[in-house]
């Protein structure tokens, strides 16, 4: 069965740098793209980027095209996302999540989410 | 990026209520459109895709319908484990957005 299991909990400083992993099993990990989507605290759901796992190509949100850093591992079948100069209002739940392609954007399965608490 | 809302933000029902959820994009998006369930503390789970289709394992009980900019979600018979928030994805393009969510708890 597709599982997506994404790393621990994590708390930053302001300023600093967290790397979030993704490992997928279950299913041919290239063949699908990845979506990083985040949740703030009793908030809604903002779009990060995508990466496709066969090559590494990567889509960002223009919001943080120059903090957000997509990569992946196809030995471990793996996506990560580095989220770069944390501040107080990256604090939040971030999922990853598989895109079927089946008809546009559509995220079937996710992780079960990181919480990120960026506090000085 | 396109913009969804949704209607109501919350409401209240009773266990086999039939409960409808409205969503709207500010501008035309086809079909492209998602919903999802979440529940507190977990990750959100597919329901319909593509406006109208049932995801894999998902009751019968949702249905969804619309194209264009609106759209609607509906629980034919609310049941206890659908007590949760829904939210409306768009698909249409590749900075994906959400609508704000629509909790529905118990009257």
């Known amino acids: 069965q597709v599982q997506l299991v994404q790393s621990g909990a994590e708390v930053k400083k302001p300023g600093a740098s967290v790397k979030v992993s993704c490992k997928a099993s279950?299913?041919?990990?290239?063949?699908?793209?990845f979506h990083w989507v985040r949740q703030a605290p009793g908030q809604g759901f903002e779009w990060m980027g995508m990466i496709y796992p066969s090559g590494g190509s990567t889509s960002y949100a223009q919001k943080f095209q120059d903090r957000v850093t997509m990569t992946r591992d196809t030995s471990t079948s793996t996506v990560y996302m580095e989220l770069s100069s944390l501040r107080s209002e990256d604090t939040a739940v971030y999922y990853c999540?598989?895109?079927?392609?089946?008809?546009?954007?559509?995220?079937?399965?996710w992780g079960q989410g990181t919480l990120v608490t960026v506090s000085s | 990026d396109i913009q969804m809302t949704q209607s109501p933000s919350s409401l209240s029902a009773s266990v086999g209520d039939r409960v409808t959820i409205t969503c709207r994009a500010s501008q035309s998006i086809s079909s492209y459109l998602n919903w999802f369930q979440q529940k507190p503390g977990r990750a959100p789970k597919l329901l319909i895709y593509a406006a109208s289709s049932l995801q894999s394992g998902v009751p019968s009980r949702f249905s969804g319908s619309g194209s264009g900019t609106d759209f609607t979600l509906t629980i034919r018979s609310l049941q206890p484990e659908d007590f949760a928030t829904y939210y409306c994805?768009?698909?249409?393009?590749?900075?994906?957005?959400f609508g704000p969510g629509t909790k529905v708890d118990i009257k």
């Open positions: 999540a598989r895109d079927t392609s089946i008809y546009g954007y559509t995220l079937d399965y």
């Open positions: 994805q768009q698909s249409y393009s590749t900075s994906l957005t």
């Open positions: 279950g299913y041919t990990f290239t063949r699908y793209y």
